[in-house]
């Protein structure tokens, strides 16, 4: 007969069944109620100088962050990019150099899918940023990189085609100038070519009166000067 120690057992067993009662609920709930591990894009983001660039970041699986806090900083924590919490953008604390210049993309936060868009890209914002969301005393963040490239051999394809471009339209006008002058060439040549002998008939007729003209005034002088001199 198995004997049984009052007092012992029983509270033991009550104590562990409320301990798996806890973790069963609390650890192994509902786990869509927490942030799950995010990620951002595989490959660095690309931006020019100047320009806009857009850092985007997600959870997996997709739930809704609106109310989670995320924020945005370089690669050490303290270097505040962006922060959003409560449902709104929070400004303060925010590096000097990122004042006014960022913009958190939210339109599927819902689904736990955000983006930080850098406006007036400079050459400092070239490295690595954080992203990370809290929800509670969970926490995951990511990192992606962001270049913004400064060498001269990242613009040299870009002037490489500007030049080929400037050159074909260049080419394209000379061309089409050489043919209008062609084409005017061609036009005053056949209008020469109709009424050339035309015109050149008429140039011989009126030379031709003009000889007739002059050798009538001529005899005339003749016969004056004749007659003259038979009344002298």
């Known amino acids: 007969m198995i004997s049984h120690t009052p007092g012992l057992s029983h509270p033991l067993s009550t104590s562990l069944t409320l301990f798996l009662l806890v973790y069963v609920l609390v650890i192994k709930g509902d786990s869509s109620s927490y942030p799950f591990?995010?990620?951002?894009?595989?490959?660095?983001?690309?931006?020019m100088l100047g320009g806009e660039a857009e850092l985007p970041c997600f959870l997996t699986p997709s739930q809704n962050a609106k109310y989670m806090r995320i924020s945005w900083s370089r690669s050490m924590s303290s270097q505040v990019v962006h922060v959003?919490?409560?449902?709104?953008?929070?400004?303060?604390?925010?590096?000097?150099?990122?004042?006014r210049?960022?913009?958190?993309?939210?339109?599927?936060?819902?689904?736990?899918?955000?983006?930080?868009?850098?406006?007036?890209?400079?050459?400092?914002?070239?490295?690595?940023?954080?992203?990370?969301?809290?929800h509670g005393s969970f926490y995951d963040?990511?990192?992606?990189e962001l270049k913004v490239p400064c060498?001269?051999?990242?613009?040299?394809?870009?002037?490489?085609?500007?030049?080929v471009l400037t050159v074909l339209v260049l080419t394209i006008?000379?061309?089409?100038?050489?043919?209008?002058r062609q084409a005017a060439r061609k036009g005053k040549e056949?209008?020469?070519?109709i009424y050339e002998q035309p015109f050149s008939e008429l140039a011989n007729h009126h030379l031709s009166l003009r000889k007739k003209v002059k050798?009538?005034?001529?005899?005339?002088?003749q016969r004056k000067h004749h007659f003259t001199s038979m009344i002298l």
């Open 37 to 47: 591990p995010e990620l951002g894009p595989h490959e660095p983001v690309v931006a």
């Open 84 to 99: 959003y919490k409560d449902g709104r953008d929070h400004p303060e604390g925010v590096m000097e150099q990122y004042a």
């Open 101 to 134: 210049r960022t913009r958190l993309m939210r339109d599927s936060i819902c689904k736990g899918i955000v983006a930080l868009r850098i406006l007036n890209v400079q050459l400092s914002d070239n490295g690595l940023y954080r992203c990370g969301f809290q």
């Open 141 to 144: 963040d990511t990192l992606i």
């Open 151 to 163: 060498s001269l051999l990242f613009y040299i394809p870009l002037i490489v085609l500007a030049v």
């Open 173 to 180: 006008i000379v061309l089409c100038i050489r043919k209008q």
């Open 190 to 193: 056949l209008f020469f070519s």
């Open 215 to 221: 050798i009538g005034k001529k005899h005339c002088a």
